[in-house]
C-alpha cells in the first residue's frame, strides 16, 4: 500500500530552523517526482519545492535560498530543510509524490513565531 508519512514539525522562533522528513512506502522510490506543499490557514495549498526522479530541484520565490529539497534513495526519505523560517513560513506541510497519480501525506504543522 503506497504511503507517504511525515514527521519534523513543530514549533520554531523566527530565525530557526527545522527539517521536515517524509518516509515513501509501497512506491518505486527512485522513480518518484515528489514536492513539498504548504498551506497557511485560510489559504491555498502552495507548492514549497520540488525534486525529480534525477535530482532536479525547483523552488518557491518565497522560499530560494531558505530551504533545501533533497531525497535519499537507500532510506526512501524526502527531506526539506528549512532555515531562517520567518512568521509567514506557519502552515501545514505536506509531502506529494507524482507517478501519473498524485499522493499526498496527512502533513506535519510548522509554526514559526515571532
Known amino acids: 500500500q503506497e504511503q507517504l508519512a511525515e514527521s519534523g514539525g513543530g514549533l520554531v522562533q523566527s530565525g530557526g530552523s527545522l527539517r521536515l522528513t517524509c518516509t515513501v512506502s509501497?512506491?518505486?522510490?527512485?522513480?518518484?517526482?515528489m514536492a513539498w506543499y504548504r498551506q497557511a490557514p485560510g489559504k491555498a495549498r502552495e507548492m514549497v519545492a520540488t525534486i525529480n526522479s534525477v535530482r532536479k530541484t525547483n523552488y518557491a520565490d518565497s522560499v530560494k535560498g531558505r530551504f533545501t529539497i533533497s531525497r535519499d534513495k537507500t532510506a526512501k526519505q524526502l527531506f526539506l530543510q528549512m532555515d531562517s523560517l520567518e512568521p509567514d513560513d506557519t502552515a501545514v506541510y505536506y509531502c506529494?509524490?507524482?507517478?501519473?497519480?498524485?499522493?499526498w501525506g496527512q502533513g506535519t504543522q510548522v509554526i514559526v513565531s515571532s
Open positions: 506529494y509524490a507524482d507517478t501519473g497519480e498524485g499522493y
Open positions: 509501497g512506491f518505486v522510490f527512485r522513480l518518484l517526482n
